[in-house]
Nanobody, 115 residues
Framework: QVQLVESGGGLVQAGGSLRLSCAAS????????MGWYRQAPGKQRELVAG???????NYADSVKGRFTISRDNAKNTVALQMNSLKPEDTAVYYC?????????WGQGTQVTVSS
């Protein structure tokens, strides 16, 4: 089992920045990819950004150039730096950890961007 704890959400004005952090514990040796997903009201959960243990990254087109994902394998943490935030970025953001056998989710943290 892997436990994920997120922090860093909140309320920010459009154009502002927020940094989300996620700390992993438990069977962390089994984790390959970590990432951030988000779910807005009435919408499906979508991938925001992912990063492998080797540092390869991928981003949703809607956040490219504005969001940056990073990972500290020694500390078992993953972060999402979000700049130039837009109202459409408003959602609950979830940290995720993928192993061969399962996907683990954090509890989610609310990000609200006001116009």
């Amino acid at each position: 089992q892997v436990q994920l704890v997120e922090s860093g959400g909140g309320l920010v004005q459009a154009g502002g920045s927020l940094r989300l952090s996620c700390a992993a514990s438990g069977s962390i040796f089994s984790i390959n990819t970590m990432g951030w997903y988000r779910q807005a009201p009435g919408k499906q959960r979508e991938l925001v950004a992912g990063i492998t243990s080797g540092g390869s990254t991928n981003y949703a087109d809607s956040v490219k150039g504005r969001f940056t994902i990073s990972r500290d394998n020694a500390k078992n943490t993953v972060a999402l730096q979000m700049n130039s935030l837009k109202p459409e970025d408003t959602a609950v953001y979830y940290c995720a950890a993928l192993s061969r056998a399962a996907v683990y989710w954090g509890q989610g943290t609310q990000v609200t961007v006001s116009s």
